[in-house]
């Protein structure tokens, strides 16, 4: 087949599904998943790990070099875990204890220079699917296809609790959970370094109403028109 070779940038709010659709394309395609965000959640659970304050940004500058975030990603089955050090912290890193501090931590210059550095690299061969914040307008400018995922955050909310509920989690309350995405959008939308943005270039995507079904024929339909340019 004689497919052009493309990278996918995702962006959006917190909890809008991007990771969802990141995969279900990777999945499809046969590119390579990155989750930005488990990078910053990585780098928020090695700060608890070692008792590092939040807003201690000199001591998590600190911690950067020693930190090794892998992922393996198996686009057969769809299959993806995070990993420090080689221990496994996917589940770890999707606590609301990690929601709560990670946006303060991503907006550290040095955390970010660190963890654009890497996702570039990545990157550098083409056929991957990113999604994060600044995917789109820092990480990968050149992306050949970007999207902006938006949807209305009380959607966004009752998916992440439901999420929540499946994995498990107790003690939590929909109320909660709304408030977290709502403090996150809002830290993130007006951090200095990298603000959660559209790229001018970005095709936005409101999947408010859209089944996820529905969002995957969209974008494979925008993909379609980039690799096969003929
Ligand atoms: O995608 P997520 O919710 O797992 O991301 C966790 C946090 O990391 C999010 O609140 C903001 C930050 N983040 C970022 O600043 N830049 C990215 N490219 C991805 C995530």
Redesign the pocket.
């Known amino acids: 087949m004689n497919n052009k070779r493309i990278n996918i940038a995702i962006?959006g709010y917190?909890?809008c599904g991007?990771?969802t659709l990141a995969k279900a394309l990777a999945q499809e395609l046969g590119y390579l998943f990155i989750?930005?965000?488990?990078?910053?959640?990585a780098v928020?659970y090695a700060t608890i790990q070692h008792r590092i304050a939040v807003d201690n940004t000199s001591e998590i500058i600190k911690l950067l070099p020693s930190l090794n975030i892998s992922f393996d990603y198996n686009s057969e089955n769809n299959y993806y875990n995070t990993f420090l050090n080689d221990v496994n912290i996917e589940y770890a890193?999707?606590t609301m204890a990690i929601?709560n501090i990670?946006?303060p931590?991503?907006?550290i210059d040095e955390v970010?220079t660190f963890?654009v550095a890497q996702?570039q690299q990545i990157a550098l061969n083409k056929c991957v699917v990113m999604?994060?914040?600044?995917?789109g307008t820092v990480?990968l400018p050149k992306a050949e296809l970007k999207l902006f995922m938006i949807s209305k955050a009380e959607i966004r909310a009752q998916r992440r609790y439901n999420e929540l509920l499946e994995k498990g989690t107790k003690n939590i309350t929909l109320a909660e959970v709304l408030e977290n995405l709502n403090t996150?959008?809002m830290?993130?939308i007006s951090?200095a370094n990298?603000p959660?943005k559209a790229a001018t270039d970005a095709i936005i995507i409101d999947n408010s109403e859209l089944t996820k079904q529905e969002q995957f024929d969209m974008a494979m339909g925008l993909v379609r028109e980039r690799i096969f340019p003929f």
């Open positions: 962006d917190s909890s991007k990771g989750d930005s965000g488990a990078m910053y959640r928020a890193i999707r929601s990670v946006s931590i991503s907006k970010r963890l996702q999604d994060g914040r600044d995917i990480v996150r959008d830290q993130d951090r990298s959660l």
